[in-house]
């Protein structure tokens, strides 16, 4: 199990889940949140990979908006043959192609599928966004040992004014053998309006359809039942 990056208004906190990407509120704030497998190799347990480039419809995007961050996360079980540090291409509705630079969220140990170790990493791809469409993503390293990916896009829908959006992430990187991870830690933030309600995602990979049972994730104080998806990102 490979357990990752937290969202959320109240939220658990690892000691490896300790970079923080993102802190800011703004009337009208929302996020998009796209994922897909990637690993030819879960195929032999039971998930269905897709290859690279992944294509990820946007069409949430308002008639009004502004885009303030995107961000795409993924994880590398890696090798000799795997490069230090990933680059991600990103080519937008507008057809335009850019390759970007990412950041190592962390590395940890194997998972045992006789690779060294694990490596995430974070791409910054705001200035590549141009609007609903489709957007077509790639890395430099293999379909075999790149879990997935997830689009995040965080923007300001500039028509709304009813409500404020406080928006806070962090990442890192966490692998283990166990199954059940556990810490916690109390972040509280100041409601804005009424009514008030609170979001949280996260993102764990190698979570293996062949096991079977559902993996259980708990966010926000609830408990939440989801398939194996091998690249979760709920």
């Known amino acids: 199990l490979l357990l990752l990056f937290f969202l959320a208004s109240s939220y658990t906190l690892f000691s490896q889940i300790d970079n923080k990407v993102y802190d800011d509120a703004a009337y009208g704030l929302k996020f998009i949140h796209k994922s897909s497998i990637i690993a030819s190799r879960s195929l032999g347990v039971g998930n269905s990979p897709q290859a690279m480039p992944i294509t990820f419809n946007v069409s949430e995007l308002p008639s009004s908006y502004r885009i303030l961050k995107a961000i795409v996360w993924s994880t590398v079980s890696y090798v000799d043959t795997i490069p230090a540090n990933a680059t991600f291409t990103i080519i937008n509705p507008s057809n335009d192609t850019n390759t970007v630079s990412s950041v190592m969220t962390g590395q940890q140990r194997d998972k045992c599928w006789g690779e060294i170790g694990t490596r995430g990493y974070r791409a910054d791809v705001t200035n590549f966004i141009r609007g609903n469409g489709n957007y077509k993503i790639s890395t430099n390293t293999t379909d075999y040992w790149t879990d997935g990916f997830t689009l995040f ?43 008030k309600n609170a979001n949280a995602f996260l993102i764990a990979s190698d979570i293996q359809a062949s096991q079977g049972v559902n993996v259980i994730f708990n966010m926000n104080g609830s408990l939440n039942y989801y398939s194996r998806a091998f690249w979760n990102s709920e």
């Open 153 to 195: 896009i965080i923007y300001r829908d500039l028509s709304t004014t009813t409500f404020i959006g406080h928006l806070i992430i962090y990442d890192g990187l966490i692998t283990t053998e166990y199954p059940v991870l556990s810490d916690s830690i109390s972040y509280y933030v100041e409601p804005y309006s009424s009514p």
